[in-house]
C-alpha cells in the first residue's frame, strides 16, 4: 500500500496561494491543459494538506488573480495615433543599427506609449550619428502606423505577445525625421533613464574592443546585450542546449554581488549600510541588463531573502521563491508567458527543490554535478517545446561549462572591461587566445551528429506526461524504496517519448508563409518521408556599403528552419527546387546546412542555369534531375512528375510540377508555370492526371498563370496561393482570383491568413480539413 503522508506536510505557506494567484492571471490570458492541469494539482495538494484556511486562500489567490489580470488589461489598452507628426523620446540603449535600417524603443510624448519604431537611414552620416550618439535624444518625425503581426507560421514567432511582454503598444515605421534634440536628464528627477544612458555608454565602448569573443562576452554578460554579430554564438550554445547560462539564469548577478559587498565593506561602510546599498546596487544591475528576466528574478529573490533575514521571518526556500515569482508577476503580468520567464522561474524552482533534499554531508563537486544533471533532464521537455532539438552533451557540459564561465570567463571580461574604460589599454587579444579554444570545442560538439537530436514541438498533453513522468522519478530516487529496474524503466519511458514523431499517425501538408517566395513542406505519418519543395528567398539588389548588415541572416532562419524543427525534421528525403529564381531556391544553402538532405532534385535546365550554381555548394553528392514519369512511391503517397517533357532554361516554364496523391486526395504543385507551361502540360498530360483536389497556384497566383482552360480541366476543390503581404507584384491578380470564383475554387492565401496546412491520419479513409494561421 503506497504511503501518502508527505502529502500532509505542508512547507511553505506563502507558496500555495501566490501559485493560485499565478493561475488565475494565467487564465486570464488563455485556457490550456497546464492551467487545468495546474489547478487539478493544486487542488489534490492542498485537500491531503489538511489546511482548510490555506486551501480557501488559495482559491480565492485564483480569483484574485484573474480580478488583476483583468483590471492590468483594461488600463493597459493601446491608444490610436492620429497625429501626423510626433515626438519620441528614445530608449537609448535599445538602438540597433543593421546596415541601413535602424530600430530603437520609445516613449511617444503625447500619448505617453512605449512604442517600437523603425526607420531607413538616408545617408552615411546620419547612420554615423546614430552609431555614436550618447545623449538623451528625442525624435520629431513623421510616421506610418504599422501591424503587430501574430504568429504567421505554425508554432512561429509571436511578435504581438513579445511586444505585449515589453510593454510595447505600437509598431511605428519612420518616414521622415524633422528634428533631433537633446534631453537633459539627471539621476534624481529620471533615475532608470539615467542608467539606460549609461549602459547605451557601456554597450558603445563594448564595441571598440578588438577581439569578437571578448566584446561578445563582456556584452552579454555586463549589459545583457546581443549584437548584430553575437547570433552566430547564441546559436552554438542554444544549439547544445546550454542557452540558460547566459541571461535566463540570473547565475551571474551573484558574483557581482559579492564584488560589491568585498569593495564596499573594504572601505569601511559597515554591514546594516551595505545592505541598504545592496538595494540600489540590485537596481543598477537590473536596468545594466536591460531587464532581462533572470535578472529581474535574482535581484528580487535576493532583496526576499534578505528581508527575510532581517526580519526574522522564517520563510522557506519554496516561500521566497514563490514570493519572488509574485511580486514579479504585479511588475509584468506577461512575465510566465514568455520563454526567458518559464525557462528562468522553472529552473530556479528546480534548484530549489533539489538542493533542499540534496544531503548536507555530500561533497560540493557531487551536489554540483548532480544539480546539473537533474537540471539538464528536468528542462528538457522546455527546451523541446521552444527549441525542437536538443544535444545529448547538455547533461553534462554545464557542470563543465558554467564553472568556467562564472568563476573564469566572467571575472575576466569584467576586469578586462574596467581596464579598459579607465586606461584605454585593450588587451582583449590575450583573453581571445583563452576563449577561442572553449567556442571552437563548442563548435565541434555541435557538428558531432549522433549527439543531436531534433525531437520537434511536443503535444501540449505529452508535455504533461512527460513532465509529471520526470518529477515521480526525480521523487522516487530521493524517496528511495522503490525498485531501481522500475525507475529505470520510467528513464527509458520518458525518452521513448520523446520519438513521439516516429508514433504520429498524421501527416501533413503546408504551404509555408515565406513571404513574396515559395516554400512548401509534406510530412508522411509516423515520419516516414519528407517533401520539401522549395526554399523560399528574396532578390537582393544592390546596396552601397554602409547599407550592408554585417552578418546576414537569412530568411529561411526566421520560418521554415523552425517550422521544420517543429515538425521533428532532422534529414530531407527529396529536397525539390521546381527552378532558378531567387524566390524559390535562395536559401537552399542555409536548408542544406541545417539539415541532411538526401537528394536534390530539380530540372536538367535548372542544374544548368548559371544563376544556380552558386547555390549548389556541398550538394554534389546527393544532385538528380527529372522529367515527366520520374516518381517516389511509399506506403503513404506518391510524388509524381508530370511536367517539364524535356531541358528547359530554369525559368518559369521549366518549373518542376509535381503531383503528390495520398490515398484518393491529391494535391498538384505548379511552381512558377505560366501560359505557355499550362498549354504544353494540357497537350501532353490526360486529364484523370491532371485533375486534383488542391492546386498550389502557379507563379503567386498571377494573371500569367491559372487560365480558365487549364482551372477547367484540372478542376480543384481548393487553391492554395503563396504571396507576399502587400508585395510590390500585386499578387494575387484579381483576374485569378476571378477565375477561381467563376469555377467555385475556395482560395487559401500566405498573405491574409498566413501559413496553410492540413493534417491527415495514414489509415483507413482519408479525411482532412485545410486550416490556416489567422
Given at each position: 500500500?503506497?504511503?501518502?503522508?508527505?502529502?500532509?506536510?505542508?512547507?511553505?505557506?506563502?507558496?500555495?496561494?501566490?501559485?493560485?494567484?499565478?493561475?488565475?492571471?494565467?487564465?486570464?490570458?488563455?485556457?490550456?491543459?497546464?492551467?487545468?492541469?495546474?489547478?487539478?494539482?493544486?487542488?489534490?495538494?492542498?485537500?491531503?494538506?489538511?489546511?482548510?484556511?490555506?486551501?480557501?486562500?488559495?482559491?480565492?489567490?485564483?480569483?484574485?488573480?484573474?480580478?488583476?489580470?483583468?483590471?492590468?488589461?483594461?488600463?493597459?489598452?493601446?491608444?490610436?495615433?492620429?497625429?501626423?507628426?510626433?515626438?519620441?523620446?528614445?530608449?537609448?540603449?535599445?538602438?540597433?543599427?543593421?546596415?541601413?535600417?535602424?530600430?530603437?524603443?520609445?516613449?511617444?510624448?503625447?500619448?505617453?506609449?512605449?512604442?517600437?519604431?523603425?526607420?531607413?537611414?538616408?545617408?552615411?552620416?546620419?547612420?554615423?550619428?546614430?552609431?555614436?550618439?550618447?545623449?538623451?535624444?528625442?525624435?520629431?518625425?513623421?510616421?506610418?502606423?504599422?501591424?503587430?503581426?501574430?504568429?504567421?507560421?505554425?508554432?512561429?514567432?509571436?511578435?504581438?505577445?513579445?511586444?505585449?511582454?515589453?510593454?510595447?503598444?505600437?509598431?511605428?515605421?519612420?518616414?521622415?525625421?524633422?528634428?533631433?534634440?537633446?534631453?537633459?536628464?539627471?539621476?534624481?528627477?529620471?533615475?532608470?533613464?539615467?542608467?539606460?544612458?549609461?549602459?547605451?555608454?557601456?554597450?558603445?565602448?563594448?564595441?571598440?574592443?578588438?577581439?569578437?569573443?571578448?566584446?561578445?562576452?563582456?556584452?552579454?554578460?555586463?549589459?545583457?546585450?546581443?549584437?548584430?554579430?553575437?547570433?552566430?554564438?547564441?546559436?552554438?550554445?542554444?544549439?547544445?542546449?546550454?542557452?540558460?547560462?547566459?541571461?535566463?539564469?540570473?547565475?551571474?548577478?551573484?558574483?557581482?554581488?559579492?564584488?560589491?559587498?568585498?569593495?564596499?565593506?573594504?572601505?569601511?561602510?559597515?554591514?546594516?549600510?551595505?545592505?541598504?546599498?545592496?538595494?540600489?546596487?540590485?537596481?543598477?544591475?537590473?536596468?545594466?541588463?536591460?531587464?532581462?528576466?533572470?535578472?529581474?528574478?535574482?535581484?528580487?529573490?535576493?532583496?526576499?531573502?534578505?528581508?527575510?533575514?532581517?526580519?526574522?521571518?522564517?520563510?522557506?526556500?519554496?516561500?521566497?521563491?514563490?514570493?519572488?515569482?509574485?511580486?514579479?508577476?504585479?511588475?509584468?503580468?506577461?512575465?510566465?508567458?514568455?520563454?526567458?520567464?518559464?525557462?528562468?522561474?522553472?529552473?530556479?524552482?528546480?534548484?530549489?527543490?533539489?538542493?533542499?533534499?540534496?544531503?548536507?554531508?555530500?561533497?560540493?563537486?557531487?551536489?554540483?554535478?548532480?544539480?546539473?544533471?537533474?537540471?539538464?533532464?528536468?528542462?528538457?521537455?522546455?527546451?523541446?517545446?521552444?527549441?525542437?532539438?536538443?544535444?545529448?552533451?547538455?547533461?553534462?557540459?554545464?557542470?563543465?561549462?558554467?564553472?568556467?564561465?562564472?568563476?573564469?570567463?566572467?571575472?575576466?571580461?569584467?576586469?578586462?572591461?574596467?581596464?579598459?574604460?579607465?586606461?584605454?589599454?585593450?588587451?582583449?587579444?590575450?583573453?581571445?587566445?583563452?576563449?577561442?579554444?572553449?567556442?571552437?570545442?563548442?563548435?565541434?560538439?555541435?557538428?558531432?551528429?549522433?549527439?543531436?537530436?531534433?525531437?520537434?514541438?511536443?503535444?501540449?498533453?505529452?508535455?504533461?506526461?512527460?513532465?509529471?513522468?520526470?518529477?515521480?522519478?526525480?521523487?522516487?530516487?530521493?524517496?528511495?524504496?522503490?525498485?531501481?529496474?522500475?525507475?529505470?524503466?520510467?528513464?527509458?519511458?520518458?525518452?521513448?517519448?520523446?520519438?513521439?514523431?516516429?508514433?504520429?499517425?498524421?501527416?501533413?501538408?503546408?504551404?509555408?508563409?515565406?513571404?513574396?517566395?515559395?516554400?512548401?513542406?509534406?510530412?508522411?505519418?509516423?515520419?516516414?518521408?519528407?517533401?520539401?519543395?522549395?526554399?523560399?528567398?528574396?532578390?537582393?539588389?544592390?546596396?552601397?556599403?554602409?547599407?550592408?548588415?554585417?552578418?546576414?541572416?537569412?530568411?529561411?532562419?526566421?520560418?521554415?528552419?523552425?517550422?521544420?524543427?517543429?515538425?521533428?525534421?532532422?534529414?530531407?528525403?527529396?529536397?525539390?527546387?521546381?527552378?532558378?529564381?531567387?524566390?524559390?531556391?535562395?536559401?537552399?544553402?542555409?536548408?542544406?546546412?541545417?539539415?541532411?538532405?538526401?537528394?536534390?532534385?530539380?530540372?536538367?535546365?535548372?542544374?544548368?542555369?548559371?544563376?544556380?550554381?552558386?547555390?549548389?555548394?556541398?550538394?554534389?553528392?546527393?544532385?538528380?534531375?527529372?522529367?515527366?514519369?520520374?516518381?517516389?512511391?511509399?506506403?503513404?503517397?506518391?510524388?509524381?512528375?508530370?511536367?517539364?517533357?524535356?531541358k528547359g532554361d530554369g525559368g518559369n516554364d521549366d518549373s518542376l510540377v509535381l503531383k503528390y496523391s495520398f490515398g484518393s486526395q491529391s494535391l498538384l504543385l505548379m511552381g512558377d508555370l505560366e501560359v505557355t507551361g499550362e498549354q504544353n502540360l494540357l497537350q501532353h498530360t490526360s486529364p484523370e492526371v491532371l485533375k486534383c483536389d488542391i492546386l498550389k497556384s502557379g507563379h503567386h497566383g498571377s494573371k500569367t498563370s491559372s487560365t480558365a482552360d487549364f482551372i477547367e480541366v484540372v478542376s480543384p476543390d481548393y487553391a492554395w496561393i503563396s504571396c507576399g503581404l502587400q508585395n510590390r507584384y500585386g499578387h494575387p491578380s484579381l483576374e485569378t482570383i476571378n477565375t477561381y470564383l467563376d469555377y467555385q475554387i475556395q482560395t487559401y492565401r500566405t498573405d491574409s491568413q498566413g501559413m496553410i496546412y492540413l493534417k491527415w491520419l495514414g489509415f483507413g479513409e482519408i479525411k482532412f480539413k485545410i486550416q490556416t494561421i489567422k
Amino acid at each position: 500500500m503506497m504511503n501518502y503522508s508527505w502529502l500532509t506536510k505542508l512547507k511553505g505557506f506563502y507558496f500555495f496561494p501566490i501559485i493560485g494567484f499565478e493561475i488565475g492571471v494565467l487564465l486570464c490570458f488563455g485556457v490550456n491543459y497546464y492551467l487545468v492541469f495546474g489547478v487539478l494539482l493544486l487542488f489534490i495538494r492542498l485537500v491531503f494538506g489538511k489546511k482548510k484556511f490555506l486551501t480557501y486562500l488559495s482559491f480565492s489567490a485564483i480569483f484574485i488573480g484573474f480580478v488583476f489580470c483583468i483590471l492590468f488589461t483594461y488600463f493597459d489598452k493601446k491608444i490610436e495615433m492620429h497625429a501626423e507628426i510626433i515626438n519620441v523620446d528614445v530608449q537609448m540603449d535599445s538602438i540597433k543599427i543593421s546596415g541601413d535600417y535602424l530600430s530603437f524603443i520609445g516613449k511617444e510624448l503625447s500619448t505617453r506609449q512605449k512604442v517600437k519604431c523603425s526607420y531607413y537611414l538616408k545617408t552615411e552620416e546620419e547612420k554615423q550619428y546614430f552609431e555614436k550618439c550618447q545623449n538623451q535624444i528625442v525624435l520629431r518625425c513623421k510616421f506610418e502606423a504599422q501591424t503587430i503581426e501574430e504568429t504567421r507560421n505554425l508554432h512561429g514567432f509571436n511578435q504581438q505577445r513579445f511586444f505585449a511582454s515589453h510593454g510595447i503598444k505600437n509598431k511605428l515605421k519612420i518616414i521622415h525625421i524633422d528634428a533631433i534634440s537633446d534631453r537633459e536628464i539627471n539621476m534624481l528627477t529620471h533615475p532608470v533613464k539615467s542608467l539606460q544612458l549609461l549602459r547605451r555608454k557601456g554597450i558603445l565602448c563594448c564595441e571598440k574592443i578588438k577581439a569578437p569573443l571578448t566584446r561578445y562576452y563582456t556584452n552579454i554578460f555586463l549589459f545583457g546585450y546581443k549584437s548584430e554579430e553575437a547570433g552566430l554564438e547564441i546559436k552554438q550554445w542554444a544549439h547544445l542546449g546550454l542557452i540558460h547560462i547566459f541571461s535566463l539564469s540570473g547565475m551571474h548577478l551573484y558574483f557581482f554581488l559579492k564584488v560589491f559587498r568585498y569593495c564596499v565593506l573594504r572601505v569601511g561602510i559597515t554591514h546594516e549600510t551595505e545592505k541598504i546599498l545592496e538595494y540600489f546596487c540590485l537596481l543598477f544591475f537590473v536596468v545594466m541588463s536591460g531587464f532581462a528576466i533572470g535578472i529581474v528574478r535574482a535581484s528580487l529573490l535576493t532583496g526576499v531573502k534578505q528581508v527575510n533575514r532581517k526580519k526574522n521571518l522564517r520563510l522557506s526556500q519554496s516561500d521566497c521563491w514563490s514570493l519572488t515569482l509574485g511580486l514579479h508577476t504585479l511588475i509584468n503580468p506577461r512575465v510566465l508567458l514568455t520563454v526567458g520567464g518559464q525557462f528562468s522561474y522553472y529552473l530556479s524552482f528546480i534548484i530549489v527543490m533539489v538542493c533542499f533534499n540534496q544531503s548536507r554531508h555530500e561533497k560540493r563537486w557531487r551536489k554540483n554535478f548532480q544539480l546539473n544533471v537533474i537540471l539538464s533532464f528536468l528542462s528538457l521537455p522546455l527546451i523541446w517545446y521552444y527549441f525542437y532539438e536538443w544535444h545529448l552533451l547538455s547533461m553534462v557540459g554545464s557542470f563543465i561549462l558554467l564553472p568556467i564561465f562564472l568563476t573564469g570567463v566572467l571575472p575576466a571580461v569584467t576586469a578586462h572591461f574596467f581596464i579598459f574604460v579607465t586606461t584605454g589599454l585593450d588587451v582583449s587579444l590575450i583573453l581571445e587566445f583563452f576563449l577561442q579554444p572553449i567556442q571552437t570545442l563548442g563548435l565541434i560538439a555541435t557538428k558531432i551528429p549522433f549527439l543531436h537530436f531534433v525531437v520537434g514541438k511536443p503535444p501540449d498533453l505529452l508535455m504533461l506526461v512527460m513532465i509529471s513522468l520526470q518529477w515521480w522519478i526525480l521523487y522516487r530516487i530521493i524517496v528511495g524504496g522503490t525498485q531501481k529496474s522500475l525507475v529505470l524503466f520510467a528513464v527509458i519511458v520518458f525518452f521513448s517519448l520523446s520519438g513521439f514523431k516516429y508514433y504520429n499517425p498524421l501527416g501533413i501538408v503546408t504551404s509555408v508563409d515565406v513571404g513574396q517566395a515559395d516554400a512548401m513542406l509534406i510530412v508522411e505519418p509516423f515520419h516516414h518521408r519528407v517533401y520539401v519543395i522549395d526554399v523560399g528567398g528574396r532578390r537582393e539588389f544592390e546596396k552601397d556599403d554602409w547599407r550592408q548588415p554585417k552578418i546576414k541572416f537569412e530568411d529561411a532562419d526566421k520560418a521554415l528552419i523552425p517550422l521544420l524543427k517543429s515538425q521533428g525534421v532532422s534529414k530531407i528525403d527529396n529536397l525539390f527546387i521546381t527552378h532558378a529564381h531567387e524566390d524559390h531556391c535562395g536559401n537552399l544553402q542555409q536548408i542544406g546546412q541545417a539539415f541532411t538532405i538526401k537528394e536534390l532534385v530539380t530540372t536538367e535546365g535548372t542544374l544548368c542555369a548559371q544563376s544556380f550554381k552558386a547555390y549548389l555548394k556541398g550538394f554534389e553528392h546527393c544532385q538528380k534531375t527529372w522529367r515527366k514519369g520520374a516518381q517516389i512511391k511509399s506506403c503513404f503517397g506518391t510524388m509524381q512528375c508530370l511536367y517539364p517533357m524535356k531541358k528547359g532554361d530554369g525559368g518559369n516554364d521549366d518549373s518542376l510540377v509535381l503531383k503528390y496523391s495520398f490515398g484518393s486526395q491529391s494535391l498538384l504543385l505548379m511552381g512558377d508555370l505560366e501560359v505557355t507551361g499550362e498549354q504544353n502540360l494540357l497537350q501532353h498530360t490526360s486529364p484523370e492526371v491532371l485533375k486534383c483536389d488542391i492546386l498550389k497556384s502557379g507563379h503567386h497566383g498571377s494573371k500569367t498563370s491559372s487560365t480558365a482552360d487549364f482551372i477547367e480541366v484540372v478542376s480543384p476543390d481548393y487553391a492554395w496561393i503563396s504571396c507576399g503581404l502587400q508585395n510590390r507584384y500585386g499578387h494575387p491578380s484579381l483576374e485569378t482570383i476571378n477565375t477561381y470564383l467563376d469555377y467555385q475554387i475556395q482560395t487559401y492565401r500566405t498573405d491574409s491568413q498566413g501559413m496553410i496546412y492540413l493534417k491527415w491520419l495514414g489509415f483507413g479513409e482519408i479525411k482532412f480539413k485545410i486550416q490556416t494561421i489567422k
